[in-house]
């Protein structure tokens, strides 16, 4: 499932689902490349598509860090939250929930290999891509088939 990109390369899905959940959500929020990255990312998962406004606030335009500790998430959505957090703010906000303390051990969670080791990982390429299109468009790998 492929749709073109204005860099002449096609966005790749994973399947149906992810993709209507893109291109709705893109039509309907004001999406600048770290929107697009998040939409795309919680969009590769089931549980993450149906969480969404758990995992971002439309009204104040931010994800909700919090929500890395709902009860919904398992091991392959905790690396999708990741990384689209990740996207969306240059940073590691689930591990500063608490300023005052923060959480180290949450922290190491969003290392590339933590992240990475999964079946969602050609998928997170793309959410890459997305996320830094002036940088990744010429990038074309195996996994866009």
Avoid at 21 to 32: K, N
Avoid at 34 to 47: F, H, P, R, S, V
Avoid at 106 to 126: G, H, M, N, W
């Amino acid at each position: 499932m492929q749709i073109p990109r204005n860099d002449n390369t096609a966005i790749v899905f994973k399947n149906d689902a992810h993709r209507a959940f893109y291109e709705e959500l893109t039509d309907v929020m004001i999406a600048d490349c770290y929107t697009k990255a998040l939409i795309y990312t919680l969009g590769i998962c089931e549980d993450t598509r149906r969480n969404f406004d758990s995992l971002y606030d439309a009204d104040d335009r931010s994800i909700v860090p919090g929500a890395i500790h709902a009860a919904w998430q398992t091991g392959g959505c905790l690396k999708v939250t990741r990384l689209a957090f990740q996207l969306f703010t240059d940073g590691t906000p689930s591990a500063f929930i608490n300023y005052e303390s923060p959480d180290v051990d949450e922290c190491r969670k969003y290392s590339v290999s933590d992240i990475f080791c999964c079946e969602f990982a050609p998928f997170f390429i793309e959410a890459i891509r997305l996320r830094y299109p002036d940088y990744m468009s010429s990038v074309r790998g195996a996994y866009a088939s």
